[in-house]
């Protein structure tokens, strides 16, 4: 039985491209959508971001395999004028932006489902590892992490009720990466072994996002101070926008003993370092707060301050100034990162983290 039309979101990787299949496989009338964000086409598939030029022709030898309406979309501008433009100034102003939290809040799903409904499709599915449950006693929807040991939805927070409406992440289900890609090795998909990219789909230099930044802002990169937490310069530094809190290689000094950057102060131009131990703290600050699910004043929760670390007893206090007590310190708390708040696998907040 034909099922309602999907638009899917395919990057040219194999989590989008398993997607597809399995929507196609369950009776679903499937079309295909590439938002083209990144003009560049790298050699290295770890390096080939999605939606670069390479990506969108994977998406299309899929969409040929599985004999579905593709339709490669261009948002270079949107995406350089949003994601670019931030990540660029959030470095300038010593902080540590999530491009990816970005593109997803500014380009992707507003662009999507733009489309999808240009398109003539009821719904819009990704290849994110999440969940979305329907609570009928509250009448809201609920994001959850997913149920294998890949979970996205950290990058996913700030999702709104008519957007989760809208979305299905079927890859929330299955118990692992492994076995996404043995599907897509049964359903003969060319990108099965395709590696995962692992950069940011716009850093492509071989010196990282330091060298783009450079290209983009070489003023940023003056040389200045390098101080200890006591006050006392220790060295010289080639520029803030080089460095982020937690980073202990390329310091440039050699004292004797392992040094990291504790904070950097832009409009002083000087990068503080010091010992592991400064380097934890049990309160964060958070601003732009996305509130996913109705709080209390103050509620436990499982809070984590970067997309790669479990989730950690805190916490979290709403008001005019929200933010997150932890029960133990965390390490690295970094100013431009995204804060996500869990009640149990529920989203319940997210926010950027703000200087204390």
């Given at each position: ?16 491209a ?81 491009p ?69 992440f ?28 692992q ?48 980073q ?51 509620e ?9 670390m ?39 907040a ?7």
């Amino acid at each position: 039985m034909k099922q309602e039309p999907v638009l899917v979101a395919m990057s040219g990787g194999v989590d989008s491209a398993v997607v597809a299949g399995l929507l196609k496989r369950r009776g679903y009338d499937v079309v295909g959508v590439t938002l083209q964000i990144w003009q560049e086409s790298q050699t290295d598939p770890r390096h080939s971001g999605c939606c670069s030029l390479g990506a969108v022709e994977d998406a299309r030898r899929v969409a040929r395999v599985l004999d579905i309406p593709h339709y490669v979309l261009n948002f270079k501008d949107r995406f350089r004028e949003t994601v670019i433009q931030n990540f660029v100034d959030e470095y300038v102003a010593g902080r540590t932006p999530n491009p990816c939290v970005q593109c997803n809040k500014k380009v992707k799903f507003e662009s999507l489902l733009e489309s999808m409904r240009e398109l003539g499709c009821r719904k819009l599915a990704t290849g994110h590892y999440a969940r979305i449950r329907h609570d009928k006693e509250t009448d809201r929807y609920r994001l959850l992490r997913s149920r294998g040991g890949k979970d996205q939805s950290y990058v996913l927070y700030m999702l709104e009720q008519a957007t989760l409406g809208q979305v299905m992440f079927p890859l929330g289900e299955l118990p692992s990466k492994t076995e996404t890609r043995e599907v897509a090795r049964e359903m003969g998909l060319p990108v099965a072994n395709k590696p995962d990219s692992q950069e940011i789909c716009f850093v492509s230099e071989a010196g990282g996002y330091s060298e783009f930044l450079r290209k983009e802002r070489p003023e940023v990169f003056e040389e200045g101070d390098l101080v200890d937490s006591s006050g006392k310069v220790i060295g010289k530094h080639g520029g803030v926008a080089g460095f982020t809190v937690g980073q202990r290689r390329g310091l440039g000094v050699a004292t004797g003993r392992p040094l990291f950057v504790l904070k950097l102060e832009p409009k002083e131009n000087r990068v503080i370092v010091g010992e592991a131990g400064e380097l934890e703290q049990n309160e964060v600050r958070i601003e732009d707060v996305f509130w996913s699910q109705p709080i209390k004043e103050s509620e436990r929760v499982d809070a984590k301050i970067r997309y790669n670390m479990s989730a950690q007893p805190a916490r979290l206090y709403a008001g005019n100034e929200p933010k997150l007590v932890f029960r133990e310190p965390v390490r690295a708390v970094t100013p431009g990162q995204f804060a996500v708040a869990y009640r149990g696998e529920t989203v319940v907040a997210g926010g950027v983290i703000c200087k204390n």
